[in-house]
């Protein structure tokens, strides 16, 4: 039976979003239907609504933006097995991932339909924080995990090193906490007000990424055996090359921004949206159904800094535009119920 919802719809490029009912489907083999409690506000949501940015070049209009979410499940297609009506959930869409044939099935809005492949129960854990921690921490560990090899937590040594650079943000946060849950010594930089929280978090030594020997000081504490740019900004993919004089390969959250030496290679991808891929079928197995739960179950990392926007869905244009400005330290959380 269709039931009436409330969407929040982009009707074409550099154009406001409007808050308009709709009528809901059912979900299709194996699919869910969330009733979705909580989005967290990513820097690409906002660069793609206010510039058109990556994803959205390819959208097709009217869409729906948002591609996790957290809520509740109303309905259960055929074919999935561990889900049932009532669970409490984490999930990831495909709205940027395939943009135009997905264009409907973004997060911002009160009824969701995605994979049951790509969700996660979430017991008791609030909403807020699911979302908090499932998009930045996902990208940090695929980036890590997935594309540079890693490995999972445990598994690494102590007297190896990672640099984490940007490590202030939500997706450098997590980098840190996982590496130094996979076992590494990990050097960050970062702001010198963010010195306290980054050593809380795993960090052996915290350098100003604004000094001006930034890359002297990050010498005398290397080498290291991963190196990744949570900023993705075309300084600390520079300071990065400079890092590996033989040659080697660093990660990027941001696609190459500078020129670099032709045995440096920069490893960038959409990480967020790795799980969605068949080529990472195990990772998203490992993903959804072992590691997140087991995080949220246990508390196993800090979250990042929040701060709730009241209004529902009407508060999302001026929300990401905000974002957008980079006036919000943390991340915006929204009840798209309200
Ligand atoms: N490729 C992907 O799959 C993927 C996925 C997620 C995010 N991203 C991208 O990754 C970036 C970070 O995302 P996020 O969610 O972590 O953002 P965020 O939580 O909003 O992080 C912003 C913080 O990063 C620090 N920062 C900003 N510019 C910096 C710079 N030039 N150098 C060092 N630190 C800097 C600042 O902290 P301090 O002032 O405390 O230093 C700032 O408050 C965004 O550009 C986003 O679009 C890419």
Not at 175 to 187: D, F, P, R
Not at 197 to 219: F, M, N, P
Not at 290 to 307: I, R
């Amino acid at each position: 039976m269709a039931t009436t919802f409330r969407t929040s719809l982009l009707g074409g490029p550099g154009e406001k979003l409007e808050v308009r009912d709709v009528q809901s489907t059912q979900p299709a083999l194996g699919q869910i239907l969330v009733r979705n409690h909580a989005v967290a506000l990513q820097p690409l949501d906002a660069k793609m609504l206010v510039a058109g940015y990556g994803p959205a070049a390819s959208l097709k209009h009217p869409a729906v933006l948002g591609t996790s979410g957290a809520g509740v499940v109303e309905a259960v297609g055929e074919g999935v097995a561990g889900i049932e009506v009532g669970d409490k959930v984490v999930f990831d869409t495909k709205a940027y991932v395939e943009p135009a044939e997905n264009r409907l099935q973004g997060t911002w809005q009160q009824l969701v339909i995605c994979d049951a492949r790509t969700t996660a129960k979430i017991g008791d854990t609030a909403f807020d924080q699911a979302v908090l921690i499932n998009f930045p921490l996902q990208t940090a560990v695929a980036a890590l995990h997935v594309f540079l090899g890693m490995g999972v937590p445990g598994s690494g040594k102590e007297e190896e090193k990672v640099l984490i650079w940007g490590a202030g943000g939500a997706v450098g946060s997590y980098a840190v906490q996982y590496a130094k849950s996979v076992g590494y010594t990990v050097v960050v930089t970062a702001s010198p007000r963010d010195i306290e929280r980054q050593k809380r978090l795993g960090a052996t030594a915290v350098v100003d990424y604004k000094s001006t020997d930034v890359i002297e000081q990050l010498r005398q504490q290397g080498p290291f055996k991963y190196l990744f740019t949570a900023s993705g900004d075309a300084s600390s993919q520079q300071a990065l090359a400079a890092l590996l004089p033989d040659g080697g390969k660093f990660a990027s959250v941001l696609p190459a921004g500078t020129d670099l030496p032709a045995n440096v290679e920069i490893v960038y991808a959409a990480f967020s949206q790795a799980a969605q891929k068949d080529e990472h079928s195990d990772w998203r197995a490992w993903w959804y159904e072992q590691y997140l739960p087991k995080v949220l179950a246990n508390n196993l990392v800090e979250t990042v800094k929040f701060t709730k926007v009241e209004g529902g869905l009407a508060s999302l244009q001026q929300a990401n535009q905000d974002v957008f400005d980079g006036k919000v330290r943390g991340k915006l959380v929204i009840n798209p119920q309200e």
